[in-house]
């Protein structure tokens, strides 16, 4: 079965700083895609970054990039240079074959607030 | 623009009803995807479709139903064999259904509250 692990129900970080948010998944699909998406307060979700699990180097979206590490099984996104905007829930996702097509699952997310 | 459209954006029920949630989409996306959002959790899958005329039950189907009769529409009936409905209902829909590539695209949602 599929499953996607975040195991940081919140964090925080100083505006202008990096921050982590951490990512774990199972899978025993050979060929899957990791996603992340973010959540603001109006609850409307938006496409942050995509990584293939046969791309041999690590996504980048501007101040989104994904530490894809197949062998661990993780795709932490970190994000560069905090904004006081990047205030939201943030999910992490996977897209794989499940029986009759392709699906995709979500971990439980993790809550950012930038401090000014 | 193009996009997807839920309504309503608000819906209140009473107990032993059932309510059908409406999701368009004018992306020409083949897939389509409802989930279910609780206060402070991740999304959960309850159906989704892959091509007209055909769809799977995801990890929380029981109470719900779905059509696919057109490539555009998905509609989504909550119905009283649902025990918590009381949720926000988010529809999606993405291409390359034949790949794992395609991001999701999201409506506005809908938030549900039975009475």
């Known amino acids: 079965a599929q499953k996607i692990t975040q195991t940081q129900p919140g964090m925080f970080v100083q505006e202008k700083e990096a921050v982590t948010l951490d990512c774990t998944y199972d899978t025993s699909d050979p060929s899957y895609g990791l996603f992340w998406y973010k959540q603001p307060s109006s609850g409307e979700m938006i496409f942050l970054i995509y990584q293939g699990s046969y791309d041999q180097q690590n996504a980048t979206e501007g101040r989104y990039s994904l530490n894809f590490q197949k062998a661990r099984k993780s795709a932490n996104l970190v994000i560069s240079a905090s904004q006081l905007g990047d205030s939201a829930m943030y999910f992490c996702a996977m897209r794989g074959i499940n029986g009759g097509g392709f699906k995709t699952i979500f971990g439980a997310g993790t809550r950012l607030f930038v401090k000014a | 623009d193009g996009g997807i459209t839920q309504s309503p954006k608000y819906l209140f029920r009473k107990e032993g009803q059932n309510v059908t949630l409406s999701c368009e989409q004018n992306l020409n996306h083949d897939a389509m995807y409802w989930y279910r959002q609780d206060p402070g959790q991740g999304l959960r899958l309850i159906y989704y479709?892959?091509?007209?005329?055909?769809?799977q039950k995801g990890d929380i189907a029981e109470g719900y139903s779905v059509s696919r009769e057109k490539k555009e529409s998905f509609p989504l009936t909550v119905t009283s064999a649902q025990k918590n409905p009381t949720a926000f209902y988010l529809c999606a829909s993405s291409t390359g259904y034949l790949a794992n590539t395609g991001e999701l695209f999201f409506g506005e949602g809908s938030r549900l509250t039975v009475l």
């Open positions: 479709s892959q091509i007209v005329n055909d769809f």
